[in-house]
Nanobody, 118 residues
Framework: QVQLVESGGGLVEAGGSLRLSCKSS????????MAWYRQAPGNQRELVAH???????NYADSLKGRFTISRDNANNTMYLQIDSLKPEDTAVYYC????????????WGHGTQVTVSS
């Protein structure tokens, strides 16, 4: 199987920046596209950004401009750079990977908490 472990979350003041990381291990050859999702208290999990295996990216329309997704395939790590953080960015951020061979199978990390103080 595939294991995903997020890191880099924390408490930050509004206007600050964070870089989240997602380290993949296990059957990494099965990983195709990857993505970051987030879930705020009382809300549904929402897509933040998506990146293909060759680095093509797209973002949730409401989040364009402050979020940058990237991946380092050589080191099996995906990143999410978040700039100009706002209190409404407070959420648990999850790493997601889509299986290359079973396209209905998704892998998830346990999440990393981002808290933005005003």
């Amino acid at each position: 199987q595939v294991q995903l472990v997020e890191s880099g979350g924390g408490l930050v003041e509004a206007g600050g920046s964070l870089r989240l990381s997602c380290k993949s291990s296990g059957f990494i050859f099965r990983i195709n596209d990857m993505a970051w999702y987030r879930q705020a208290p009382g809300n549904q999990r929402e897509l933040v950004a998506h990146i293909t295996s060759v680095g093509n990216t797209n973002y949730a329309d409401s989040l364009k401009g402050r979020f940058t997704i990237s991946r380092d395939n050589a080191n099996n790590t995906m990143y999410l750079q978040i700039d100009s953080l706002k209190p409404e960015d407070t959420a648990v951020y999850y790493c997601n990977a889509r299986d290359k061979f079973v396209t209905t199978r998704d892998y998830w990390g346990h999440g990393t908490q981002v808290t933005v103080s005003s």
